[in-house]
């Protein structure tokens, strides 16, 4: 069974460009929901996904957006990046039945320069 | 969601039991307690969740106190590679999006 992926691994950006961030959850998970974890710092919420609708959104402003396909896999979006948001982000995918327990991927580390 | 407090950092003798304490004096009733873990370089991984009774998987088990202020995970015998840092979260109902992760504490697995 193949667990969650993430691409790409590493990613440079300049400040104010945009940036995709891609996510294959494991499979037959219907859930996705994405992480943004800064240096020495725990996971933050993004926001969820479940059957391609945002399903539940953490703090964070309109230019962090996101999909999901109809395969369950997702993309997180970032418009005019910003110094800050250089971080770790991670996807974690889960079961509709057993959603206690997300799998999580390894992360794409992010930096903005 | 309730907030949860945890030592900042532990060391833990190789073949012995870790024990992980949590403070969540505020949990309300319908609050699960549920616990993840992040080795180096990876993601978070679950590890085990509990409402009230003790828990026991093949990776650990959660002791909660009767009047679900604390709970205690136990690693029963710790080896280098749980080197990691292990956060408690509590969160309403047994759907574990949305979650909230403190700083966890930094468990050192010695040899």
């Known amino acids: 069974e193949t667990g969650v992926t993430q691409s790409p691994t590493h990613l440079i950006k300049t400040r104010g460009q945009q940036v995709t961030l891609r996510c294959s959850s494991q499979?037959?998970?219907?859930?996705v929901s994405w992480y943004q974890q800064a240096l020495g710092q725990g996971p933050q919420f993004i926001f969820q996904?479940?059957?391609?609708?945002?399903?539940g959104r953490g703090n964070f402003p309109p230019r962090f957006s996101g999909l999901q396909f109809p395969n369950y896999s997702s993309e997180l979006n970032v418009n005019a990046l910003e110094l800050d948001d250089s971080a770790l982000y991670l996807c974690?995918?889960?079961?509709?039945?057993?959603?206690?327990?997300?799998?999580f991927g390894p992360g794409t580390r992010l930096t903005v320069t | 969601d309730a907030k949860t407090t945890q030592p900042t950092s532990m060391d833990c003798a190789e073949g012995r039991a870790a024990n992980l304490p949590c403070n969540h004096s505020?949990?309300?009733?319908?609050?699960?307690v549920y616990w993840y873990r992040q080795i180096h370089s990876q993601g978070p991984q679950y590890i085990i969740h509990?409402?009230?009774n003790n828990e026991t998987n093949e990776m650990a088990s959660l002791i909660i106190t009767e009047d679900r202020k604390s709970s205690t995970l136990i690693l029963p015998h710790a080896t280098l590679r749980d080197t990691a840092v292990y956060y408690c979260?509590?969160?309403?109902?047994?759907?574990?999006?949305?979650?909230?992760f403190g700083a966890g504490t930094t468990v050192t697995v010695r040899a």
């Open positions: 509990g409402l009230k």
């Open positions: 499979s037959g998970h219907n859930t």
């Open positions: 979260i509590v969160r309403a109902g047994r759907v574990a999006y949305k979650l909230s």
């Open positions: 974690a995918s889960s079961l509709e039945d057993r959603s206690y327990e997300q799998y």
């Open positions: 996904y479940y059957r391609e609708e945002e399903n």
């Open positions: 505020t949990i309300s009733g319908n609050e699960y």
